[in-house]
């Protein structure tokens, strides 16, 4: 069964542009969810998916967004990229619904740098 | 004062001890994580519990909900334990609303 797969592992991008990251789940699986990770500021939550609606967002400006389509692979976008927006950025996969906890599969990443 | 702490932030141990990490948070939860990152970046999720303790091989993790406690033990520490483990917390309000700690860096000689 293939895992959780991220794309681009890499990018690197300058300020002012926008990026679009993808995630796709395990099979079978409808849950998926954003995470940052910042030297700084550690790992924090962006979004959680299921059923192509958001269930939950954290603490980010509205330059970041992101979506789930029918076949439960997601995308986040990051307009306006500021230099702060450097980070790794993490997708993970649930069977479970957004209400139950389930085991979470993280995808290898994918690392952004903004010059 | 971080809703998830950690403890230590850092551990240096020799192969074969006995190794604790501990978690402590103060925020209501649905279940508890430990997360285990290694260089490069990729997560792989060791233990999700909400009550009691698991083991898997040689690791052990326990929960205390009414302390808001939880710890991870490694038996005969090997050097490819060395990794960053990480505790999280799924909220009440969206399970996978995690909320993270800052980290254990684990790293044990031979």
């Known amino acids: 069964k293939a895992g959780v797969t991220q794309t681009p592992r890499y990018l690197i991008k300058t300020r002012g542009q926008q990026v679009t990251l993808s995630c796709s789940p395990i099979s079978g699986h409808r849950s998926v969810s954003w995470y940052q990770q910042t030297p700084g500021q550690g790992l924090q939550f962006l979004f959680e998916?299921?059923?192509?609606?958001?269930?939950n967002k954290g603490n980010f400006p509205g330059r970041f967004s992101g979506r789930q389509f029918s076949n439960s692979r997601s995308e986040m976008n990051v307009s306006t990229l500021e230099l702060g927006d450097s980070a790794l950025y993490l997708c993970a996969s649930s069977v479970k619904t957004g209400s139950e906890t389930g085991e979470l599969f993280f995808g290898e990443g994918s690392r952004l740098t903004v010059l | 004062k971080n809703e998830v702490e950690q403890s230590p932030q850092n551990l240096t141990a020799q192969e074969g001890e006995f190794i604790t990490i501990n978690c402590s948070y103060s925020?209501?939860?649905?279940?508890l994580h430990w997360l285990q990152q290694h260089p490069g970046g990729g997560i792989v999720s060791l233990f999700m519990?909400?009550?009691g303790k698991k083991k898997h091989g040689r690791l052990i993790a326990t929960i205390n909900i009414q302390e808001k406690h939880s710890s991870l033990h490694i038996t005969a520490s090997h050097p490819r334990d060395s990794a960053v483990y990480i505790c999280?917390?799924?909220?009440?309000?969206?399970?996978?609303?995690?909320?993270f700690g800052q980290g254990t860096r684990l790293t044990i000689n031979p």
């Open positions: 925020v209501g939860i649905s279940a």
């Open positions: 999280a917390v799924s909220l009440r309000q969206g399970a996978q609303k995690l909320v």
């Open positions: 519990l909400s009550s």
């Open positions: 998916y299921f059923s192509e609606t958001q269930r």
